[in-house]
């Protein structure tokens, strides 16, 4: 039986611009069907749901979908974010010593945050002009919150000699140590914080987690750019690894990141405005531009597979085919491999369709708190396909009454997995807590897996937590640095000293970040 297997186009009938087209792998039901690189999309004639229908959709992947809100998620300037409680004990380290106005809860402050100018009264979109979970008010107007012109030799960089204050004091200051004070630059790299230049912490939140994906910025910091293509996802990663390379430059307190925002805008239009925006559709654009500016893949032939085959060997067949025409370090890293089942109840007969994911969109469960392990139960839960949803059946030649399921077919080795926290009516935010596992090889994906009895361990090192509501929010970022594994709290410019693993778990929690084991 002939098979088209997943294929990246620039458009799909769904409007995603990551739309793709495959048929079923294997024989039974069929249905017309369109897959995302981010997931698949079997809206085709037969009714076939995908699972990001199901666990939450692909929120505006086109700039025109009628179907998207786009105020649900996103930041604004009323919110009390009374769900996410200030943390006393911890410091964070700042230029102005007023920013808790004189009788701060919050703890000491250390020199980082740049200068923002002159403060005015007047209203802005300046994300951070609202009381933050800090106690801090900045009421620096737009105009302020944009970086001073050339600062200094970078147009990122904000050099401070009193970096030397996140040394440990215990440490030797023996200017002939020199392997003590390697070790604390290694400590200290990274803890850069990355100034909001309006309504910008939804970026600035992904940024910092994909900075402590350890693999990635490896690779930028030794990347060399190149402006030889025409293409607009090459200024793109030319200036991520631009700005990676300073934020892990030692005595660098915090960057702006106006050029890569300039020229993401540049590509993506809906971002050209200082709107208030989604983390987690900003993070499927910018990795999609980061794996179109790095793919080396050639098309080829569509893909035919033997009926006959183990649903192994043409998964396998499958990923062969898809690595050949997206090739990337971004799909080596963050790709991974669905297998959905669909199963007549009529005559029996299964189809069997193998699609890559670039993130888990996993649905929250009505209990106030729950474990993360039941947000992967409901995911990959058998649904009854019935009604106006019903397949034609490939066998009985009409529409049936199906059942579809999910597993995971291949695992990538950083696995992304987006808390479903807001309704399809985009009119209210879930507020569970979600127990997720935070220690060193403690998510076991393995019951998740389509072959049993097998153990696959991931290790927690970045979170993106949304505080507020649908009217209105903010974005930071918890990074577990790669040298001294400690966790700290990215807030735009604020950089917090290390907190203890028993902050992790909140109900703010957004997007998760694990790493393969």
């Known amino acids: 039986m002939p098979v088209i297997s997943p294929r990246r186009t620039s458009t799909s009938a769904s409007g995603s611009i990551y739309g793709t087209s495959s048929s079923t792998v294997g024989s039974g039901v069929s249905s017309d069907t369109s897959s995302s690189r981010f997931g698949s999309d ?3 004639s037969g009714g076939y749901k995908s699972y990001l229908d199901r666990a939450g959709g692909l929120s505006k992947l086109g700039t025109s979908s009628s179907s998207y809100s786009p105020s649900l998620s996103y930041l604004g300037q009323s919110s009390s974010y009374s769900s996410y409680s200030p943390r006393a004990s911890t410091s964070y380290r700042s230029s102005s010593s007023s920013l808790t106005g004189g009788s701060s809860g919050v703890g000491t402050y250390r020199s980082i ?15 951070t002009t609202t009381l933050s979970r800090y106690g801090v008010r900045s009421s620096a107007s737009l105009r302020s919150a944009l970086p001073p012109a050339s600062p200094t030799s970078s147009r990122y960089w904000d050099r401070d000699s ?14 002939t140590d020199e392997n003590k004070r390697s070790s604390n630059d290694e400590e200290t790299e990274g803890l850069c914080g990355l100034r909001n230049i309006g309504n910008t912490c939804f970026m600035n939140s992904v940024i910092q987690c994909l900075s402590h994906t350890n693999e990635l910025t490896k ?8 402006k030889s293509s025409t293409s607009k996802d090459q200024p793109i990663l030319n200036e991520f690894s631009k700005l990676i390379k300073e934020m892990w430059t030692n005595n660098v307190h915090s960057v702006t990141p106006m050029e890569l925002k300039r020229s993401f805008s540049a590509k993506h239009r809906m971002y050209s405005d200082y ?5 987690q559709e900003f993070l499927r654009f910018f990795l999609d531009s980061l794996h179109c500016a790095l793919n080396t893949g050639v098309k080829g032939d569509l893909l035919k597979i033997d009926d006959n085959l183990s649903d192994n060997k043409k998964a396998e067949l499958t990923w062969e085919w898809y690595s ?3 090739n990337s370090l971004i799909r080596d890293l963050f790709v991974g491999q ?5 199963r007549c109840t009529t005559c029996g007969n299964t189809s069997v369709t193998f699609d890559p994911f670039w993130d888990l969109s996993v649905p929250l469960p009505s209990s106030s708190r729950c474990k993360l392990e039941s947000c992967l139960d409901l995911f990959i839960r058998e649904e009854v396909l019935d009604g106006d949803e019903m397949p034609t059946c490939a066998k009985c030649q009409t529409r049936r009454k199906c059942t579809k399921s999910f597993t995971i077919q291949r695992f990538p080795k950083y696995l992304v997995i987006h808390l479903k926290r807001f309704s399809e009516t985009r009119f209210s935010k879930l507020s569970n807590i979600v127990e997720f596992p935070t220690g060193e090889r403690e998510l076991n994906m393995g019951p998740y897996g389509a072959n049993a009895n097998s153990n696959m361990y991931f290790s927690l090192y970045a979170i993106s937590n949304h505080m507020g509501s649908t009217g209105g929010g903010h974005y930071v970022a918890i990074c577990k640095h790669p040298v001294s594994k400690k966790w700290h709290e990215f807030n735009d410019n604020l950089v917090s000293d290390s907190l203890s693993d028993h902050h992790l778990v909140s109900s703010s929690a957004y997007i998760l970040f694990y790493e393969r084991a």
């Open 162 to 175: 009193s970096r030397s204050s996140l040394i440990s004091s215990s440490t030797s200051h023996n200017n």
């Open 219 to 226: 690779f930028l910091r030794n990347y060399n750019p190149t």
């Open 338 to 342: 669905l297998k959905s089942t669909l």
């Open 113 to 127: 945050l740049p200068s923002l100018g002159s403060s005015s009264s007047s209203s802005s979109n300046y994300d």
């Open 324 to 326: 050949r025409l997206e």
């Open 42 to 44: 079997r809206l085709g």
């Open 275 to 279: 709107n208030q925006q989604d983390a």
